[in-house]
């Protein structure tokens, strides 16, 4: 009867609400950072910082991978069973790394990083510029506060009316050619990177032998460097040349057609399926 039962945990609760706090946590450091950082930047300067956020936003995966190859090769009881006492290695199907161990390291960091947001200035003064605020007057201070209180009286009243409000603004979002268009390219882009992120490892794995360990490593070193300096020298380049809108856009396509086309060489770089007893090659 024990053998029959079906292993069920409720454990994969906790990882997908963390993943959802996660992504809470990172919403004001990707699409209000970059907004932020367009406020008070001058237009010139704006790509490099922005090629500069990007930059960190891939050395951290970057920097993760390595983290992964380490806890990959750590026992996932590691604490509670003696390392004598495992009888397998980590490039056998059996072996399970300690995968909890970089959440938790993660959780840790992530938690540190963020303490320095909480001193950021809602405003700053824009690049470039040495204006201070001017004084203002009692009677203005008296005036501007009355117009505050009506305009939070009149959100308090209205606050109802959100929904009604956001189902046109959405519509209109979504018959932009231009928005629609960068969210298509965007998808096609993350399906490729996500397809090697996550499968990758895997054919490393079972075609040559690898430990998951090495595998992860492996798609760190070879992958995310590479994306960080292009990262990098793109920003430097837009902000060296003064690129405009229009300009960036005719060079992302054009690069953008250059990487698929070599994206598509991979289809013939395809190694032989290896012998399997009994399936692909008889046991003798």
């Known amino acids: 009867t024990e053998c029959k039962k079906e292993p069920g945990s409720l454990l994969w609760i906790f990882v997908m609400v963390g993943n959802i706090v996660r992504g809470m946590g990172e919403t004001p450091i990707m699409p209000l950072g970059i907004s932020y950082l367009e406020d008070f930047a001058k237009a010139e300067n704006s ?9 960190a936003a891939v050395i951290g995966p970057f920097i993760g991978s390595l983290l992964a190859s380490f806890c990959a090769q750590l026992f996932v009881d590691l604490g509670s069973v003696d390392a004598e006492d495992i ?36 405003s700053l003064v824009k690049e470039g510029e040495t204006k201070k605020p001017v004084e203002m007057s009692e009677k203005s201070i008296v005036l501007l506060h009355d117009k505050t209180e009506a305009k939070q009286t009149h959100h308090t009243n209205t606050s109802h009316y959100f929904i009604p409000d956001f189902i046109p603004f959405l519509k209109a979002l979504f018959r932009n050619p231009v928005y629609m268009l960068f969210i298509s390219i965007t998808v096609l ?6 397809g090697m992120i996550y499968f990758m490892p895997k054919y490393f794995e079972q075609q040559f032998g690898k430990s998951a360990s090495d595998a992860i490593f492996l798609i760190g070193v070879y992958n995310l460097p590479v994306i960080c300096v292009g990262y990098f020298v793109g920003g430097l380049l837009m902000k060296k040349f003064k690129i405009n809108i229009y300009q960036a856009a005719n060079i992302a396509f054009w690069l953008s057609s250059l990487e698929y086309a070599l994206y598509f060489v991979v289809f013939w770089n395809v190694c032989d399926t290896s012998p399997v007893a009994g399936l692909t090659v008889s046991y003798e």
């Open 47 to 55: 790509p490099f910082y922005l090629g500069c956020l990007h930059t």
């Open 87 to 122: 009888t397998i290695t980590a490039t056998d199907a059996r072996w399970v790394g300690a995968w909890w161990l970089g959440i938790l390291i993660c959780a840790l960091l992530n938690l540190l990083a963020g303490i320095p947001f909480w001193f950021l200035p809602k």
């Open 189 to 194: 882009q993350f399906n490729a990177f996500i």
